[in-house]
């Protein structure tokens, strides 16, 4: 690496914007440090703001260049989705500090005290909650993810301030993961299940099988026999298969592996989009600020 431009073999294969970071980074250090050595302090503040442009930058692209998807139909891997928010069916989550039903809480209670702020108790919820589109369910395991609350709640007590947001049910919700569909058994798959559980069910009651399936009374079930028990315990499954309603998919939305943006937002997507741009346009700001005065522009010596 020169000046934190990565030149090993490796680096022709990573992401072309990551090398163009890397690049302004090494720049900025060479100006700064040639320019004016004890302004050195100039280049951790400017590598922060490279790097939190670049963050900002990258979660307004993703959620620029992600087309919404219907659960039903999206396709695996990377998605956004956009759907009213459910508890998972018999798991109920109630937030701690407000004891109000939700789907997901986060929370934290500080101290104000003369060595400065400390923190009381902080929680913040993993539990998997529900996407619902129609009689359609996706559900999403929040662990690892950005969070946006629209429901935020600030108090005071004395020395003691908390923060508490929440979703609750029935929010829409703006999710981007990673998307896995698992398909249910195939009804044949069902069906063999199925039959294989009663005869194994049978053979542990052998009187009742005899007393079924012994047609020539010699007190053993022959291959014939056993044939015509396969036979009723097919038929029977198929009965019972074809009574219930038919599964269905399973969806899941999880942390991506590869690093991009796993976010579940209640705020509208435009203000989030926006947020992103001002941060970044922020971290810029900072950056030019940095360097400025690194190379002494602002406050020549």
């Known amino acids: 690496m020169i000046a934190g431009i990565d030149i090993t073999p490796g680096a022709a294969h990573r992401p072309a914007a990551l ?170 798959a069902r069906i063999a299940r199925e039959r294989d559980a009663l005869l194994t069910a049978w053979k542990a009651e052998r009187p009742q099988l005899l007393s079924r399936f012994d047609a020539d009374a010699s007190g053993d079930i022959d291959l014939t026999e056993w044939e015509a028990a396969r036979a009723e315990a097919l038929r029977l499954a198929t009965l019972h298969v074809d009574a219930e309603p038919a599964p269905q998919a399973w969806h899941t939305l999880t942390k991506p592996t590869d690093g991009r943006l796993f976010l579940v937002s209640s705020v509208d997507p435009a203000t989030v989009a926006r947020r992103f741009r001002w941060w970044a346009a922020g971290h810029a700001a900072v950056l030019v600020v940095a360097v400025a005065f690194g190379v002494g522009v602002l406050h020549p010596r």
């Open 19 to 188: 090398m163009v970071v890397q690049a302004m980074l090494g720049v900025t250090m060479l100006a700064i440090t040639d320019a004016a050595p004890s302004r050195a302090w100039a280049v951790p503040v400017a590598a922060v703001s490279i790097a939190g442009a670049w963050t900002a930058t990258r979660r307004a692209r993703a959620l620029a260049d992600t087309p919404s998807s219907r659960i039903a139909s999206a396709p695996q891997g990377y998605v956004e989705l956009v759907a009213a928010a459910q508890p998972v069916p018999g798991w109920p989550v109630i937030a701690p500090v407000s004891g109000r039903a939700c789907v997901w809480f986060r929370h934290r209670v500080d101290r104000d005290g003369g060595g400065g702020r400390r923190e009381l108790d902080a929680a913040t919820s993993d539990a998997p909650f529900d996407l619902v589109e129609g009689d359609v369910r996706c559900t999403v395991h929040p662990a690892g993810a950005e969070v946006l609350a629209a429901d935020t709640r600030r108090w005071s007590n004395g020395d003691e301030r908390g923060r508490e947001e929440l979703i609750t049910a029935g929010e829409r919700v703006h999710v981007l993961g990673h998307f896995t569909t698992t398909q249910p058994p195939s009804r044949a």
